[in-house]
């Protein structure tokens, strides 16, 4: 395997094996997905950029760049060889406008269509580039030792959990498909799948899903594209006479069946692979979202109970860790430091796995919006600086993301670091009170968590909230709180994220996350409106609050927040971090 100062000139002459003169290459698998099995981490073996989002673009006589947004840039300057790959905002310089630039338009730029979608093309064709679709991938031809595609078996997720029968499942998404007049639907979210059918797998990290294809007809039967192997007998009992389990290779045979028929793809989420084979086999394209996506967003009552529940146990383990950190955390390095609140969530019997790599940053590391310590990287926690800890757990009822700030001082913090704090506060506050129509999207309610922080010029550049699946990605669609105009408006059952943040570079990071569930709220007759449920608890560190900045209204909250987790995660404490909860959540008017 060649070293990675050697891979960007193999990529080159591959290239000109295949007679083409650049390469686009996106960050993901073939089902896009943000979490990926390790033979799929292209990006990261050919640039050494390891961010879950981002793309390159190699020429083979020109530049090479890589391309990320807000959350990554600082992470991908320490990563990539700036002498080798310039290094990119996507927003600030957008890929298709760079790759124009340099003279695209005369070029033959490859990509591999199983990775990429129709969207996420679009922009390149818009601009007359010349884009070619390969029959194999290039970096695959390079990576000798590129580890195997995972393996792991499809088991069953329990009624008593999924609260919904996967046949009603299907029925309801069949019945879709009929009303819009399509025929079959691919589904080629993992996620979606599993939801779908019931099921939950171990193929990549921290997402509980099989990779795995599937086609879900009009009449509510459905193609299950993986290695009947996989299917243990109890699973496949599990998933019913309905559902037909095919091979992966039988891939390609299924798309040119469908002949004449409507097929439903969603551009943004299915690789272009699929519109190709289709259109090829004279099928109609139905463009439209992933059927499953805003159904499975919806928790019904029993997920909405397990997330609950999951966040209780999640709580114990975080104010079980918020209290060693307290008394032992300066000295230890940050790797030692996420690797104790595992120990902690792992003290649960149904704790899974963590939902995502630990974001554990101390002072100028916490300003890497999402830092990976690794123990190359991994900082001793000193002293009077600001710490911040973003994770999350899967549980097999419920899926959990939280971050929290601290200051290992044993003071208040300086003025300079409270202000900033309180205003991050003060927004992630705003959002959790907020009372709004339905059909409000998060783009209507993200200037919410932004206005404390914009009346002082400060500003974060990340969304503000994402959706959480139930024991399945930490990072789901369809909706989003974010600047980012999207058209899905926030519906009873989600759960979302509320995180405003400020970051210093070379200084330190504050980011403050609960996740909310929304649902009905009482409103004037005719109107309908939603409220949010705050689902995590663990306190917020007082030493970094600013009282005078706080309103009557923010004060109540912040204590009826903090007595509420004191009730409910006091009882689960040993005495000694009983009684430091006791003093993180007082009243904030006592001081």
């Known amino acids: 395997m060649p070293e990675i100062s050697a891979r960007l000139p193999a990529l080159r002459r591959v290239l000109e094996d295949m007679d083409v003169d650049g390469f686009l290459l996106l960050r993901g698998d073939e089902h896009l997905g943000e979490y990926v099995a390790p033979y799929a981490e292209r990006l990261a073996w050919l640039s050494g950029f390891t961010g879950s989002a981002g793309m390159a673009v190699v020429l083979r006589d020109g530049p090479a760049a890589v391309f990320s947004d807000g959350r990554y840039i600082t992470q991908m300057d320490q990563q990539v060889d700036g002498t080798a790959w310039s290094r990119l905002h996507m927003r600030d310089t ?84 009929r009303a819009e007049g399509q025929d079959a639907a691919i589904v080629g979210d993992p996620t979606s799948v599993a939801w779908l059918l019931n099921i939950r797998g171990n193929d990549v990290p921290y997402t509980p899903a099989c990779l795995a294809f599937a086609i879900l007809h009009a009449d509510a039967q459905l193609d299950l594209f ?19 389990v095919v091979p992966p290779s039988g891939l390609d045979a299924a798309l040119t069946a469908l002949t004449g028929r409507t097929v439903r793809v969603d551009p943004v989420g299915t690789a272009i692979w699929f519109i190709q084979t289709l259109e090829a086999a004279g099928a109609t394209i139905a463009r439209a979202t992933d059927p499953c996506a805003l159904p499975r967003a919806c928790k019904n009552p029993v997920e909405q109970e397990g997330a609950r529940r999951a966040h209780l146990l999640d709580g114990i383990a975080l104010c079980r860790f918020l209290h060693w950190v307290d008394t032992q955390g300066v000295g230890q390095n940050e790797l030692q430091a996420a690797t104790q609140l595992d120990a902690f969530r792992a003290l649960c019997p149904d704790y899974r796995e963590e939902s995502f790599p630990a974001i554990s940053g101390a002072g100028p590391n916490g300003a890497v919006i999402h830092y990976r310590v690794t123990p190359d990287s991994a900082r001793t926690i000193g002293a009077d600086e600001v710490y911040l800890i973003d994770s999350g757990g899967q549980y097999p009822f419920g899926t959990t993301d939280v971050t929290r700030t601290l200051w290992t001082g044993k003071g208040p913090a300086p003025d300079s670091v409270r ?106 007759a005719g109107r309908s ?45 040993a005495a000694d971090a009983r009684a430091w909860l006791a003093g993180a959540c007082a009243p904030i008017v006592a001081e």
């Not at 129709?118 to 679709?133: I, K």
């Not at 339905?438 to 783009?443: C, I, K």
């Not at 609050?545 to 109540?556: C, N, S």
């Open 529 to 573: 409106f939603l409220a949010f449920e705050t689902l995590t608890l663990a306190p917020f560190d007082r030493r970094l609050i600013d009282p005078a900045l706080l309103t009557r209204e923010e004060t109540a909250w912040l204590d009826t927040y903090h007595a509420r987790v004191f009730d409910l995660i006091a009882p689960q404490l």
């Open 226 to 244: 993986i290695d009947p192997a996989r299917v243990p007998p109890d699973t496949a009992h599990w998933l019913g006479q309905q559902v037909r």
């Open 419 to 524: 202000g900033p704090f309180t205003r991050v506060l003060k927004g992630h506050i705003a959002l959790a009170l907020a009372r709004f129509p339905v059909g409000t999207t998060g783009h209507a309610l993200d200037a919410l968590a932004r206005y404390a922080l914009w009346q002082d010029g400060l500003d974060y550049d990340h969304g503000t909230g994402h959706g959480i699946g139930s024991y399945l990605s930490v990072h789901e669609g369809p909706c989003s709180i974010s600047p980012v105009h999207r058209p899905v408006a926030v519906a009873a059952g989600m759960i979302l994220s509320d995180e405003p943040g400020y970051y210093r570079p070379g200084a330190f990071g504050i980011r403050l996350e609960n996740l909310l569930l929304a649902h009905p709220t009482p409103a004037e």
């Open 94 to 177: 957008p890929p298709a406008e760079w790759l124009a630039a340099q003279g695209g338009r005369g070029l033959r730029i490859g990509y591999d269509p199983r990775l990429v979608g129709e969207a996420g093309l679009q922009p390149f064709l818009a601009r007359g580039l010349d884009m070619v679709p390969l029959a194999a991938n290039p970096v695959d031809r390079i990576w000798t030792d590129q580890p195997a595609a995972p393996g792991t078996p499809c088991l069953p997720h329990p009624l008593s959990f999924a609260g919904e029968d996967s046949a009603d499942k299907r029925a309801r998404m069949a019945a879709v498909l």
